[in-house]
Structures are given as structure tokens and as C-alpha cells.
């Protein structure tokens, strides 16, 4: 795992975030959970009961990567949804949906 993605690791632990913003960046499970491990070995992550959290060393780290990899463009904050994108359609086009598939 890259450092970019690491800082994703910390940032998700400390907000308590979902594993989705990495699997986005297209870091799979197994390679989360053994990082998640060596992040529990290095002493920058701690279980705590039912949850896993940073400690001071682990907050300081994230810190530390926020400097360099912290979006902060705000055109970078939002991805843009392309599978929903539609085609652009000519003026005169005018679209009836089916009958069949309206619910009112």
C-alpha cells in the first residue's frame, strides 16, 4: 500500500469512516486488513473493545501525511458520477417514458 492510500487507512480510523474511500482508490480488503495489522504492530492503531482507534502516535502520523496528501481543492472533494452520466440529446428530441413503467 502507497503512502497516499496509508493516509486514507488513518484518516478512515479516526473518523470512523467506511472502508469505501479505499476500495476506491482500488486497495482490496486483504491488503487493508494486513495494513490494519501492521499499523497495530508499528503502534498506530490500538483495539479498543469493539472498534480499532489511533493513538497518540498514530494521530500524530496522520498529522504528519495530512500535510502532503490532504485534498484541499475543491473540485477534488466531490467524484463525478460517471455511470449515471446520460448522453447530451439533440434539441428537438422530446422523451416519453412507458406507460408500464410509471408508478403513479
Do not use: C
Not at 469512516?17 to 476500495?23: C, F, I, N
Not at 508499528?42 to 495530512?66: D, F, P, W
Amino acid at each position: 500500500m502507497n503512502e497516499d492510500n496509508f493516509y486514507l487507512l488513518l484518516d478512515v480510523i479516526f473518523r470512523n469512516g467506511s472502508a469505501k474511500r479505499l476500495t476506491r482508490n482500488g486497495v482490496d480488503f486483504s491488503e487493508i486488513a494486513i495494513q490494519t495489522n501492521h499499523a497495530i504492530a508499528e503502534g498506530l492503531v490500538k483495539n479498543s473493545g469493539n472498534r480499532i482507534i489511533l493513538t497518540e502516535k498514530g494521530v500524530e502520523a496522520l498529522k504528519r501525511l495530512e500535510d502532503k496528501y490532504k485534498k484541499t481543492k475543491k473540485e477534488e472533494w466531490i467524484e463525478k458520477d460517471e455511470k449515471s452520466r446520460v448522453d447530451k440529446k439533440d434539441k428537438s428530441f422530446i422523451f416519453v417514458p412507458r406507460q408500464s413503467e410509471l408508478t403513479f
